[in-house]
């Protein structure tokens, strides 16, 4: 395949910028949130995180000098809107003018989430997601953003996974804004949040200055089938689409919160499995969630290995002891990034990006000054192989977004996890790359 291929790296906005009170921002959910004793490890809140608003150069510096390709970063909303809708703030504007100009002017290519999670308070004590009118709140600041953007950026992503932010923000109450929502409302929300999708996509390309990729990111934990044989391939894929059987479970879904985007429709089994829960579906509401999209982004961190069982039905295999995990304890499956792109792409047949992939490590600084993640390019180097299997099999893979650029504010884990390839000291705000880094940098001048 001869398409450009990206090597990037992705953060977001409230996890890196900091200045959560200044230039005139607005509040968001995760300011309020974190700020209340208890909801965030150790009472940590975003409001320096990695100083981010006021260190932009220096990590536009840090991307240039590992070579990164492609950076991947949200706009906080309230920054552009403070209330949410109506008067736009120009100096929120300004900040990220400036730090799109620094990443042109250094060749690295900017590619803009619209929304990974900080939603303006203001609109969520409106009704947040419950209002229907979060619909055209949603296309509004879309459009503000391509409008003002689309001269220099020209990829856009609408939503970072719709499943993590209405599945623990409104599900599981693990994320702000920290509610259990009984299950008719939060299907109602995830409706309201595709069909905000497809009205922001319209919204977009009419104002665009230029022609723009818009694309949508959800997350999914991959089935990766257990042997070649025929039935497992089947019996992995069947799961991986598969509505869960709980309806408490829906809201981590593929087909659940793809279907609707990519075909204009919900899954059939979770119509019938869900449907004391499900708003009035109508068929404008379909059409709107719709709209043509250039491709599919794909945050994926791990997987399960499924087969067929004695009874015909899918399975998942038990992980043996003691198998290899991440600081989050999550599993290491490199084969998810073969499984879930190639399943992904027969499903919906668009190009794919990988929009996060990463791990957490319990790094530290050595006497010698360094870091030495040897776990983390291990990781990454085992993933991105598959990736690239899936690529020579045919999936219309176009880039990879390592998770994270540098060491964040981990949500509800604070700054304890390190995802970074940049190690950040959250005292002095001094930045290290990691042996990750200079991995990374070899890594993408031999894989251009
Ligand atoms: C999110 C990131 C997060 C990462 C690691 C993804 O679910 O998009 O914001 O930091 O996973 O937990």
């Known amino acids: 395949m001869n398409q450009e291929f990206i090597w990037g790296a992705a953060t977001s906005s409230y996890q890196i910028e900091g200045a959560a009170d200044e230039d005139g921002k607005?509040?968001?959910?995760?300011d309020?949130?974190?700020?209340?004793p208890g909801m965030v490890f150790d009472n940590h809140n975003g409001d320096v995180a990695c100083d981010h608003y006021h260190r932009y150069r220096e990590d536009v510096a840090l991307m240039k000098e590992i070579g990164i390709q492609g950076y991947r970063f949200s706009i906080s909303w309230s920054r552009i809107f403070p209330e949410g809708t109506g008067k736009v703030n120009e100096k929120g504007l300004a900040f990220y003018d400036k730090l799109i100009d620094e990443l042109i002017s250094n060749g690295v290519k900017p590619y803009i989430t619209l929304f990974h999670w900080d939603y303006p308070y203001e609109l969520y004590q409106r009704g947040g997601w419950m209002n229907p009118d979060s619909v055209d709140w949603f296309a509004e600041y879309a459009k503000t953003v391509v409008e003002h953007f689309s001269d220099r950026v020209t990829c856009f992503i609408t939503f970072n996974e719709p499943q993590c932010f209405i599945g623990m923000g409104h599900v599981t109450g693990r994320h702000a804004p920290g509610l259990k929502n009984p299950l008719r409302d939060t299907f109602l929300m995830a409706h309201h949040v595709m069909m905000a999708h497809g009205k922001a996509v319209q919204a977009m390309r009419a104002v665009a200055k230029q022609p723009i990729l818009i694309g949508y990111a959800p997350t999914s934990t991959v089935c990766a089938p257990d042997s070649d044989r025929a039935e497992d391939i089947e019996a992995a894929r069947s799961l991986y689409f598969q509505c869960p059987e709980k309806p408490e479970e829906w809201s981590w879904n593929v087909s659940?919160?793809?279907d609707p985007v990519m075909f204009g429709r919900y899954p059939e089994d979770g119509i019938r499995q869900y449907a004391p829960y499900l708003p009035d579906i109508r068929p404008e509401d379909l059409a709107l969630?719709?709209?043509p999209i250039d491709f599919y982004g794909q945050n994926i961190y791990n997987g399960y290995r499924v087969r067929q069982g004695g009874d015909?039905?899918?399975e998942c295999v038990k992980r043996s002891p003691g198998y290899d995990k991440t600081a989050m304890e999550w599993p290491v499956t490199p084969e998810s990034l073969y499984w879930g792109p190639r399943f992904l792409y027969e499903r919906y047949q668009k190009p794919i990006y990988?929009?996060?992939n990463g791990m957490a490590c319990h790094d530290m600084i050595s006497r010698d000054g360094h870091i030495h993640d040897a776990s983390r390019i291990d990781f990454t180097e085992a993933?991105?192989?598959?990736?690239?299997r899936a690529r020579e099999d045919g999936v219309d893979i176009r880039g990879y977004f390592y998770w994270s650029l540098m060491d964040n504010f981990e949500w509800t884990e604070g700054y304890r996890e390190r995802f970074g390839l940049i190690y950040v000291d959250y005292q002095t705000q001094k930045r290290t790359l990691k042996d990750s880094a200079y991995w990374y940098r070899e890594w993408i001048q031999n894989h251009r």
Do not use: A
């Open 383 to 388: 993933y991105i192989r598959e990736l690239l």
């Open 32 to 36: 309020v949130y974190s700020r209340q």
């Open 256 to 258: 659940w919160w793809s």
């Open 289 to 291: 969630m719709n709209q």
């Open 354 to 356: 990988i929009t996060e």
């Open 312 to 314: 015909g039905k899918p």
């Open 26 to 30: 607005g509040l968001h959910i995760w």
